[in-house]
């Protein structure tokens, strides 16, 4: 079952545009909300988290916008570059002392054109 | 420093035998999880581990699959009888500390199940 849903699956932004990826979830439990950048035949690196105490999160161009009501949370990509171009993965997970597990989305790849 | 490395980066066995992945964290970490991506997927949890105890194995799929830790570093994670089902690509992942946000990922074993 899968707890974090993202959308969409893939998108295409001339550059410098703005890049927008969703995500949803159900387990109003969820405390941490990463999002990860993977390029292709590496392991997916975290570019920003947010916690649902703040409703948005900005680091750069990567802005995380939480709607915590309607348990959403998106991420915006300004300015987008060549560069950016990677599979974006949200997730969200329960933190503890004891550690926590990632519950991921199903990933957006995002192409950024010339 | 040096990253999270796992070994082999590329497994091919025949269904029916089993197959160890190694996973060395980044030193010092605590922290290690291990994950299993499916093409076009996001990664799915395993199981993980603070220092050598495994505190949570609910995401392994079956009996056939197990993790060690044993003395707190290297994990290993063991799949016996392997079937085709089994084949993706298997993560590691790695934090400075129980209950420490960030997760470091390695590179992946790609395992192919024939």
């Known amino acids: 079952q899968q707890q974090v849903k993202q959308s969409p699956q893939s998108l295409i932004v001339q550059k410098g545009g703005i890049s927008i990826i969703n995500c949803a979830y159900e387990?109003?439990?969820?405390?941490?909300f990463p999002w990860y950048q993977q390029f292709p035949g590496k392991g997916p690196a975290l570019l920003i988290a947010?916690?649902?105490?703040?409703s948005e999160k900005k680091e750069g161009r990567f802005t995380i916008s939480f709607n915590k009501s309607a348990k959403q949370f998106s991420l915006h990509i300004m300015d987008s570059q060549p560069g950016d171009s990677a599979t974006y993965f949200c997730?969200?997970?329960?933190?503890?002392?004891?550690?926590?597990?990632?519950?991921f989305g199903k990933g957006t790849s995002l192409l950024v054109t010339p | 420093g040096a990253g999270v490395s796992q070994s082999p980066r590329y497994k091919v066995t025949k269904r029916g035998q089993d197959v160890a992945l190694r996973c060395d964290p980044i030193s010092g970490h605590v922290s290690l999880y291990w994950y299993r991506q499916a093409l076009g997927q996001g990664p799915e949890f395993l199981t993980y581990f603070n220092y050598e105890a495994q505190q949570d194995k609910s995401g392994l799929p079956n009996d056939r699959f197990s993790a060690e830790r044993p003395e707190g570093s290297i994990s290993t994670l063991t799949i016996q009888r392997t079937e085709q089902r089994d084949s993706a690509m298997y993560r590691c992942a790695s934090s400075y500390g129980p209950g420490t946000d960030t997760q470091y990922f390695g590179p992946g074993t790609r395992l192919t199940v024939l």
């Open positions: 947010i916690r649902p105490d703040v």
């Open positions: 387990n109003t439990a969820f405390d941490y």
């Open positions: 997730a969200a997970s329960i933190n503890s002392n004891s550690g926590y597990a990632l519950n």
